[in-house]
């Protein structure tokens, strides 16, 4: 079995859209860099994922960390977003027969491979601003999928190189999207309604979330479905991620609350590019 970094220089060995970012030229694999025509050089780190965020630019949220990370993988992990990633993932094999994906925002990757894994036509890039996500995504690294530490609004690929993003839960770049997504490219868009987490919103007396995304200039709307399902917490480490992890619960005071169930209210829009 191939290392992670073996891994990962097959896979940038065999695929180069991956830009420099300071220069936009592009990159490629020597030795254990990747490295632009006018030498910036970027090195590949044992796990595989390399770092293409400008140093003296990098300013992490301190809640961004590695416990949150490992914590949210063992709530994905406890099948409350099923329905929504096969139903993204089905979309795509109906869709699209091959081509580049790209999760942007893509935390410690557990959706990102949800997604995917079974897509081997494809080859699948996952991107987050932290590093401590990004080391967790590796363990999802394979032959056709690569986790790196960039940013969305810097975001380190060609023009018109990838056929479809997905942003789940995460911040993005319109501007940025459109030049990396091909014509007729997907993107998918996974945005909380209203009655996410509302359980907490409601403990703490949080106010209602107001979603503001419809569409942008320039795409489609394809499809435009809410998935809603109230579940009763599966363990206590759930409820744990849930009182104290969760961007809603960062700044409450007491996070002691009991809660049992738990509602999942996401709404997926798929929007193509004209
Ligand atoms: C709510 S989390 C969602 C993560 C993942 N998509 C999921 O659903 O588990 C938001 C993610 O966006 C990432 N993020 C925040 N700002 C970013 C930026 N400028 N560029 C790339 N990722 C960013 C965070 O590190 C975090 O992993």
Known sequence: MLSKLELSKKFLKNNSIIK???????????????????????????????????????????????????????????????????????????????????????????????????????????????????????????????????????????????????????????????????KYGYFIKVIPTSNYLIELRKIYNLKEYDNKFNNIEGYDIIENKVFEKKYNIYDNLDKEYLLNKTPLTWNAVDKNENIDTITISLNVLILRKK
């Open 20 to 182: 420099c970012i300071y220069c936009n030229e592009l990159l490629v694999l020597k030795n254990n860099e990747i490295s632009c025509v006018n030498n910036h050089n970027f090195n590949i780190k044992r796990n595989g994922s390399i770092f293409l965020v400008k140093n003296n630019n990098y300013k992490i949220s301190k809640f961004y960390n590695k416990e949150l990370f490992i914590k949210r993988r063992h709530f994905i992990l406890n099948h409350y977003y099923d329905d929504i990633n096969k139903y993204i993932n089905n979309f795509i094999k109906t869709n699209c027969k091959n081509g580049t994906i790209l999760d942007i925002g893509c935390g410690e990757g557990s959706h990102t491979n949800l997604i995917t894994k079974d897509l081997s036509d494809f080859n699948i890039y996952g991107i987050d601003y932290s590093k401590d996500a990004i080391d967790l995504a590796t363990d999802y690294m394979c032959e056709n999928t690569y986790f790196l530490v960039g940013d969305v609004n810097n975001l380190p690929f060609s023009n018109n190189s990838i056929d479809l993003v997905i942003d789940y839960l995460s911040p993005f770049n319109t501007e940025n999207i459109n030049k990396i997504l091909k």
